[in-house]
T-cell receptor, first 112, second 114 residues
Framework: KQEVTQIPAALSVPEGENLVLNCSFT??????LQWFRQDPGKGLTSLLL?????REQTSGRLNASLDKSSGRSTLYIAASQPGDSATYLC???????????FGKGTTLSVSS | GAGVSQSPRYKVAKRGQDVALRCDPI?????LFWYQQALGQGPEFLTY????????KSGLPSDRFFAERPEGSVSTLKIQRTQQEDSAVYLC????????????FGEGSWLTVV
């Protein structure tokens, strides 16, 4: 059974700092891996999607990498801003493509 | 509509009551998913539809949970004889095709069972 783990559970940084969020998964037979952002009381917003054949994806200040062989993905946020404060969730899509398996998330707080 | 719409946004049910949660996916989206998110946890998969066909219901926690999408658009998640452990946010998501790409989530239906 696929299990997704995110470390750390919470992170506080001052504005302007670069940071890395970690995600690991137990079953490398995934279709893709996605990173989402969730603001309090809101749904999830897709940030980046990495296909299983890809190694990384970039969008603005965000860069996500995928290493299937080691079962790891990282989300790199450059020059963090207070508006980046949210919970970041990593999810692996099963090979059938019918389900996302989520980690518990990393709650990020960026202080000005 | 512009996004995935869910109703009601908030529901308080007495234990033993039946509830129905509605999801309006983005128009034209083939795939529809339901997830359950407990406080402080990541979402957990419940069920998946491709058009009107329920292709995966492996995440439904018990036979008290039932989902349908009869015309391939709007979906309803029904919970019978609610129990306190059913208290959670129920998230609906849709995607355009069946190619396992970008998924759009609604804001969720917050269910509290008292």
């Amino acid at each position: 059974k696929q299990e997704v783990t995110q470390i750390p559970a919470a992170l506080s940084v001052p504005e302007g700092e670069n940071l890395v969020l970690n995600c690991s998964f137990t079953d490398s037979a995934i279709y893709n891996l996605q990173w989402f952002r969730q603001d309090p009381g809101k749904g999830l917003t897709s940030l980046l999607l990495i296909q299983s054949s890809q190694r990384e994806q970039t969008s603005g200040r965000l860069n996500a990498s995928l290493d299937k062989s080691s079962g790891r993905s990282t989300l790199y946020i450059a020059a963090s801003q207070p508006g980046d404060s949210a919970t970041y969730l990593c999810a692996a899509t099963n090979q059938a493509g019918t389900a996302l398996i989520f980690g518990k998330g990393t709650t990020l707080s960026v202080s000005s | 509509g512009a996004g995935v719409s869910q109703s009601p946004r908030y529901k308080v049910a007495k234990r033993g009551q039946d509830v129905a949660l509605r999801c309006d996916p983005i128009s034209g989206h083939v795939s529809l998913f339901w997830y359950q998110q407990a406080l402080g946890q990541g979402p957990e998969f419940l069920t998946y539809f491709q058009n009107e066909a329920q292709l995966d219901k492996s995440g439904l926690p018990s036979d008290r949970f039932f989902a349908e999408r009869p015309e391939g658009s709007v979906s309803t998640l029904k919970i019978q004889r609610t129990q306190q452990e059913d208290s959670a946010v129920y998230l609906c998501a849709s995607s355009l095709g069946t190619d396992r790409n970008t998924i759009y989530f609604g804001e969720g239906s917050w269910l509290t069972v008292v």
